[in-house]
Protein backbone atom coordinates (compact mmCIF):
# COMPACT_ATOMS: atom_id res chain seq x y z
CA UNK A 1 0.00 0.00 0.00
CA UNK A 2 1.11 3.77 -0.88
CA UNK A 3 -0.62 5.05 2.04
CA UNK A 4 0.85 4.38 5.89
CA UNK A 5 -1.18 3.82 9.19
CA UNK A 6 -0.09 7.04 10.46
CA UNK A 7 -2.42 8.19 7.22
CA UNK A 8 -5.32 6.65 8.67
CA UNK A 9 -4.27 7.74 12.04
CA UNK A 10 -5.28 11.78 10.97
CA UNK A 11 -8.71 11.57 11.65
CA UNK A 12 -11.21 13.45 9.64
CA UNK A 13 -13.43 12.62 6.64
CA UNK A 14 -11.18 13.39 3.57
CA UNK A 15 -10.81 10.55 1.55
CA UNK A 16 -7.39 8.96 0.93
CA UNK A 17 -6.14 8.25 -2.98
CA UNK A 18 -3.09 5.91 -3.43
CA UNK A 19 -0.80 6.70 -5.83
CA UNK A 20 -2.28 4.29 -8.35
CA UNK A 21 -4.90 6.45 -8.56
CA UNK A 22 -7.41 3.76 -6.99
CA UNK A 23 -9.54 5.42 -4.06
CA UNK A 24 -10.87 4.24 -0.56
CA UNK A 25 -13.85 4.14 0.22
CA UNK A 26 -14.98 6.26 3.64
CA UNK A 27 -17.22 6.36 6.52
CA UNK A 28 -16.89 9.40 7.90
CA UNK A 29 -16.82 10.73 12.20
CA UNK A 30 -20.59 11.92 11.27
CA UNK A 31 -21.77 8.79 9.85
CA UNK A 32 -23.52 5.66 11.51
CA UNK A 33 -24.12 2.77 9.32
CA UNK A 34 -26.34 -0.07 10.30
CA UNK A 35 -26.33 -3.25 7.71
CA UNK A 36 -24.30 -4.98 5.03
CA UNK A 37 -21.80 -2.68 3.43
CA UNK A 38 -19.65 -4.06 0.64
CA UNK A 39 -16.66 -2.61 -0.42
CA UNK A 40 -14.66 -3.63 -3.74
CA UNK A 41 -11.79 -1.68 -2.52
CA UNK A 42 -10.13 -0.64 0.64
CA UNK A 43 -12.53 0.80 3.47
CA UNK A 44 -11.92 3.19 6.08
CA UNK A 45 -14.26 3.59 9.17
CA UNK A 46 -13.78 7.09 11.01
CA UNK A 47 -17.78 6.82 12.39
CA UNK A 48 -19.90 3.92 13.76
CA UNK A 49 -20.87 0.53 11.90
CA UNK A 50 -22.90 -2.02 12.93
CA UNK A 51 -23.98 -5.34 10.94
CA UNK A 52 -21.84 -7.08 8.16
CA UNK A 53 -18.77 -5.57 6.67
CA UNK A 54 -17.19 -7.20 3.29
CA UNK A 55 -14.06 -5.48 2.20
CA UNK A 56 -11.92 -7.10 -1.10
CA UNK A 57 -9.20 -4.53 -0.10
CA UNK A 58 -7.81 -3.28 3.34
CA UNK A 59 -10.41 -2.48 6.09
CA UNK A 60 -9.05 -0.09 8.80
CA UNK A 61 -11.07 1.11 12.10
CA UNK A 62 -9.62 5.01 12.89
CA UNK A 63 -9.19 6.03 16.41
CA UNK A 64 -12.49 7.10 17.54
CA UNK A 65 -14.23 4.97 15.19
CA UNK A 66 -16.92 1.84 16.98
CA UNK A 67 -17.57 -1.41 14.63
CA UNK A 68 -19.74 -4.06 15.70
CA UNK A 69 -20.19 -6.32 13.10
CA UNK A 70 -19.21 -9.42 11.44
CA UNK A 71 -16.02 -8.83 9.10
CA UNK A 72 -14.54 -10.31 6.60
CA UNK A 73 -11.13 -8.32 4.80
CA UNK A 74 -8.35 -9.33 3.20
CA UNK A 75 -6.06 -6.83 5.76
CA UNK A 76 -7.31 -5.21 8.75
CA UNK A 77 -5.84 -2.33 10.94
CA UNK A 78 -7.35 -1.49 13.96
CA UNK A 79 -6.42 1.64 15.61
CA UNK A 80 -10.42 2.60 17.45
CA UNK A 81 -13.19 -0.34 18.74
CA UNK A 82 -13.68 -2.94 17.25
CA UNK A 83 -16.22 -6.16 18.41
CA UNK A 84 -17.03 -8.93 16.60
CA UNK A 85 -16.15 -12.07 13.96
CA UNK A 86 -13.68 -11.40 11.92
CA UNK A 87 -11.98 -13.23 9.17
CA UNK A 88 -8.90 -12.03 8.16
CA UNK A 89 -7.21 -13.80 5.24
CA UNK A 90 -3.91 -11.73 5.04
CA UNK A 91 -2.42 -9.70 8.06
CA UNK A 92 -4.45 -8.27 11.02
CA UNK A 93 -2.65 -5.25 13.01
CA UNK A 94 -3.85 -4.13 16.41
CA UNK A 95 -2.25 -0.40 16.65
CA UNK A 96 -1.47 1.02 20.47
CA UNK A 97 -4.60 2.87 20.66
CA UNK A 98 -6.69 -0.48 19.18
CA UNK A 99 -9.15 -2.70 21.12
CA UNK A 100 -10.22 -6.21 19.51
CA UNK A 101 -12.52 -8.16 20.98
CA UNK A 102 -14.56 -11.39 19.23
CA UNK A 103 -13.52 -14.24 17.48
CA UNK A 104 -11.05 -14.00 14.71
CA UNK A 105 -9.50 -16.30 12.39
CA UNK A 106 -6.13 -14.81 10.21
CA UNK A 107 -2.80 -15.75 8.49
CA UNK A 108 -0.88 -13.29 10.61
CA UNK A 109 -0.95 -11.27 13.50
CA UNK A 110 0.57 -8.46 15.01
CA UNK A 111 -0.49 -6.76 18.00
CA UNK A 112 1.37 -3.26 18.72
CA UNK A 113 2.64 -2.70 22.51
CA UNK A 114 -0.39 -0.88 24.50
CA UNK A 115 -3.07 -2.54 22.27
CA UNK A 116 -5.94 -4.70 23.75
CA UNK A 117 -7.51 -7.90 22.65
CA UNK A 118 -9.35 -10.17 23.95
CA UNK A 119 -11.01 -12.91 22.37
CA UNK A 120 -10.54 -16.12 20.59
CA UNK A 121 -8.02 -16.92 18.10
CA UNK A 122 -7.46 -19.76 15.04
CA UNK A 123 -4.79 -18.74 12.88
CA UNK A 124 -5.04 -19.86 9.48
CA UNK A 125 -2.64 -21.83 7.59
CA UNK A 126 -1.80 -22.34 3.94
CA UNK A 127 -3.57 -25.50 2.37
CA UNK A 128 -1.27 -27.98 2.18
CA UNK A 129 -0.47 -29.76 -0.88
CA UNK A 130 -1.99 -32.59 -1.29
CA UNK A 131 0.66 -35.80 -1.79
CA UNK A 132 -0.27 -38.07 -4.55
CA UNK A 133 -0.06 -41.50 -4.31
CA UNK A 134 0.21 -43.51 -6.78
CA UNK A 135 -1.95 -46.22 -7.96
CA UNK A 136 -1.16 -49.50 -7.24
CA UNK A 137 -0.48 -51.33 -9.65
CA UNK A 138 -3.03 -53.85 -11.11
CA UNK A 139 -1.98 -57.59 -9.99
CA UNK A 140 -0.77 -59.46 -13.39
CA UNK A 141 -2.19 -63.00 -13.70
CA UNK A 142 0.31 -65.28 -12.69
CA UNK A 143 1.51 -67.25 -15.73
CA UNK A 144 0.85 -71.00 -15.59
CA UNK A 145 2.98 -73.30 -17.23
CA UNK A 146 2.70 -74.01 -20.40
CA UNK A 147 0.61 -76.45 -21.60
CA UNK A 148 2.19 -79.42 -23.92
CA UNK A 149 1.72 -79.29 -27.68
CA UNK A 150 -0.27 -82.37 -28.67
CA UNK A 151 2.00 -84.32 -30.85
CA UNK A 152 1.31 -85.92 -33.88
CA UNK A 153 3.02 -89.31 -34.55
CA UNK A 154 3.22 -90.57 -38.20
CA UNK A 155 3.94 -93.96 -38.94
CA UNK A 156 5.22 -94.94 -41.96
CA UNK A 157 4.49 -98.39 -43.67
CA UNK A 158 7.95 -99.17 -45.42
CA UNK A 159 7.33 -102.08 -47.51
CA UNK A 160 9.80 -104.98 -47.44
CA UNK A 161 12.65 -105.10 -49.96
CA UNK A 162 13.07 -107.75 -52.43
CA UNK A 163 15.53 -110.58 -51.57
CA UNK A 164 18.82 -109.59 -53.10
CA UNK A 165 19.69 -112.25 -55.68
CA UNK A 166 22.92 -112.71 -55.99
CA UNK A 167 24.22 -112.45 -59.86
CA UNK A 168 24.90 -115.94 -61.82
CA UNK A 169 28.68 -116.67 -61.95
CA UNK A 170 29.57 -116.23 -65.31
CA UNK A 171 31.77 -118.73 -66.79
CA UNK A 172 32.79 -119.14 -70.01
CA UNK A 173 32.31 -122.59 -70.45
CA UNK A 174 28.66 -123.82 -69.49
CA UNK A 175 29.23 -126.61 -66.74
CA UNK A 176 28.96 -130.10 -67.78
CA UNK A 177 27.68 -132.83 -66.09
CA UNK A 178 30.43 -135.22 -64.59
CA UNK A 179 29.71 -138.93 -65.62
CA UNK A 180 31.55 -141.62 -63.29
CA UNK A 181 31.90 -145.12 -64.46
CA UNK A 182 32.69 -147.99 -62.36
CA UNK A 183 34.82 -151.04 -62.94
CA UNK A 184 34.20 -154.01 -61.71
CA UNK A 185 35.94 -154.16 -59.10
CA UNK A 186 37.62 -151.35 -59.41
CA UNK A 187 37.48 -147.51 -58.64
CA UNK A 188 35.13 -145.26 -60.02
CA UNK A 189 36.58 -143.28 -62.44
CA UNK A 190 35.51 -140.07 -64.89
CA UNK A 191 34.12 -140.37 -68.24
CA UNK A 192 36.41 -138.79 -70.27
CA UNK A 193 34.82 -137.56 -73.64
CA UNK A 194 37.97 -136.53 -75.92
CA UNK A 195 36.54 -136.02 -78.89
CA UNK A 196 33.14 -134.89 -78.17
CA UNK A 197 31.87 -138.20 -79.36
CA UNK A 198 30.33 -140.73 -77.27
CA UNK A 199 32.62 -143.29 -76.39
CA UNK A 200 31.64 -146.82 -75.81
CA UNK A 201 32.09 -148.33 -72.67
CA UNK A 202 34.94 -150.48 -71.69
CA UNK A 203 34.46 -154.35 -71.41
CA UNK A 204 34.14 -155.51 -68.32
CA UNK A 205 37.05 -157.72 -67.93
Partial sequence: MSYT???????????LDRED????????QYSTFDGSFVAERDLRIDGTVKGTIVCHGTLFVAEGATVNARIEAENIT???????E?????????LPSGVLNGKVQTRALVIAQGAIYNGELTMITAPAIPEVT???EP????ESAPKPRPTTRVTRTVPPSPPR???APSS?????PSTFIRRLGGPETPWEDQSGQESAAPSEE
Avoid at 9 to 15: D, L, N, S, V
Avoid at 21 to 28: A, K, L, P, Q, T
Avoid at 78 to 84: F, I, K
Fill in 134 to 136: PEP
Fill in 86 to 94: VECRGRLRV
Fill in 165 to 167: QEP
Fill in 21 to 28: GRSISVID
Fill in 139 to 142: ERPR
Fill in 172 to 176: AEPAT
Fill in 78 to 84: VAGDMTG
Fill in 5 to 15: DQDYGRGGTTA
